[in-house]
């Protein structure tokens, strides 16, 4: 295995957290979450 390898495995496993990530917040089980912590800044104490 030389260093083109690692790299190109290296590559695929960022794509793959990428993919991870976006599914993730696009969830629509965390749109609840999502609200509420876009309301904090707007909120008074």
């Known amino acids: 295995m030389d ?3 690692v790299r190109s495995l ?3 496993a960022c ?3 990428f993919v991870g990530i976006v599914a ?5 089980s965390n ?3 999502f609200d509420e912590a876009a ?3 707007l909120a008074e104490d």
């Open 15 to 17: 794509l793959c957290v």
């Open 24 to 28: 993730w917040a696009y969830a629509r």
């Open 3 to 5: 260093i083109i390898d």
């Open 39 to 41: 309301q904090l800044p």
């Open 10 to 12: 290296f590559t695929v």
């Open 31 to 33: 749109k609840s979450q």
